[in-house]
């Protein structure tokens, strides 16, 4: 197998990197990962390869690379699942186009595949009917939300994330295309993500490394947002100076920052959480950044050692996903884990696994996710308004004409 990346300027006379929109050329069928215009979308499937055998697998590809930069070359994509001990696969795509920040926009195809660039077909017009069903029962949900509670009153853990799930039933297919333009339209700042149907906009950064250099973005703490600035500025006042939320942000701040710090030369994060405003709701935010000691840290080996990260399952970790998993009444599959991207040089970005849907094969159904950090303080009717303010990224996407 043999991966050929090139500047886009010297495969194609056709699109300039400002032509290009990687929405468009992902459409329904590729994948995507971009925030901010920047990133990659993708068509077709080379190889899958379980993560156990994806690091040998990229270093046995023949690579003709004049690029050199991270995300150039072989990449492979994939989401790894809250329970990080289920089977997950990677993908290699057969094309990609990668656009970076720095400006440079590259082509990467395996075994030379067709460099067709043009966009994907331009989505389709439906008249939908929609069912919204709850997975787990409210009362299920309340409930665990009262033992995660519980638990931390007693001094068993100090937080327990508990999530539930509802499902959306379409009469007709889901349009994925129209998802993810709706997505990037409300939410991109965000991770926008379609990979191998599952699809979202997560506004939180696990980690990336790139060159040496290694970030992550954890938020912990949520307030919802009205859309009248004077009353979202109030409600951003109180979510800074909430001792419970304060709590529930320190926990996943400290344990990122410990996991990350021994494979560091240095690791700087901010003194004080800041807020971080999406469409429906607003978080509290700590951004980390550092030097990576020699040798690097593989990505892949930092999301395994941080995922899932105490904002999506909770402290101490052990006792934590216990209590989930004895609560909740569901399996997370891909929700709560992480979704992103490496090469064969151990660069990549992975965002944590939020504001998603899987979808079924003939895209008919929807399964959303949402959830909430548990502390001594969390009452569980707040905490169920919290889920249904944060699954409205998500329906607004799928339901929206």
């Not at 938020?219 to 909430?242: F, K, V, Y």
């Amino acid at each position: 197998m043999r991966a050929t990346t090139r500047l886009l300027s010297e495969v194609s006379a056709t699109y300039t990197v400002d032509q290009l929109d990687l929405t468009a050329f992902a459409g329904s069928e590729g994948m995507l990962f971009v925030r901010n215009g920047f990133g990659f979308a993708t068509r077709g499937i080379a190889a899958r390869v379980t993560s156990r055998e994806a690091k040998t697998f990229l270093a046995n590809i023949q690579v003709d690379d004049t690029v050199n930069a991270p995300g150039s070359g072989p990449v492979l994509i994939g989401a790894i699942p809250f329970d990080s001990s289920q089977n997950d696969d990677f993908i290699l795509p057969k094309l990609l186009i990668f656009k970076s920040e720095d400006g440079r926009c590259w082509v990467t195809s395996i075994d030379d595949s067709d460099l067709d660039l043009n966009p994907s077909l331009a989505p389709n017009a439906t008249s939908s009917s929609y069912e919204v069903s709850p997975g787990v029962e409210v009362e299920v949900y309340l409930n665990a939300v009262t033992s995660a509670r519980d638990a931390v009153r007693s001094g068993a853990i100090k937080k327990a994330v508990i999530a539930r799930d509802v499902f959306v039933t379409s009469s007709q297919p889901i349009d994925i295309h129209s998802v993810l333009l709706r997505l990037r339209n409300s939410f991109g700042s965000s991770y926008q993500f379609s990979v191998d149907g599952f699809i979202g906009a997560s506004p939180e950064l696990l980690v990336s490394i790139l060159d040496g250099e290694v970030s992550s973005h954890p938020l912990a703490g949520t307030a919802p947002r009205t859309g009248d600035p004077a009353t979202d500025a109030q409600l951003a006042i109180s979510l800074l100076s909430s001792a419970k939320n304060q709590i529930e942000h320190r926990i996943v701040i400290d344990a990122v920052h410990d996991t990350l710090l021994p494979w560091c030369s240095y690791l700087d994060w901010e003194p004080e959480a800041s807020i971080v405003a999406v469409a429906n709701v607003q978080h509290l935010g700590t951004h980390m950044s550092g030097r990576l000691s020699q040798p690097f840290l593989h990505v892949l080996d930092a999301v395994y050692a941080l995922s899932p990260t105490p904002a999506l399952g909770g402290f101490p970790r052990d006792k934590a996903l216990k209590l989930i998993s004895d609560v909740e009444g569901m399996s997370r599959g891909r929700y709560g884990g992480a979704v992103g991207w490496f090469d064969s040089r151990g660069n990549g970005v992975f965002a944590v696994s939020i504001r998603c849907a899987e979808f079924s094969n003939n895209n008919k159904t929807a399964r959303l996710f949402a959830g909430g950090g548990i502390v001594a303080d969390s009452e569980p009717l707040s905490e169920l308004a919290e889920t249904q303010a944060k699954l409205q990224a998500m329906l607004a996407a799928i339901i929206r004409p």
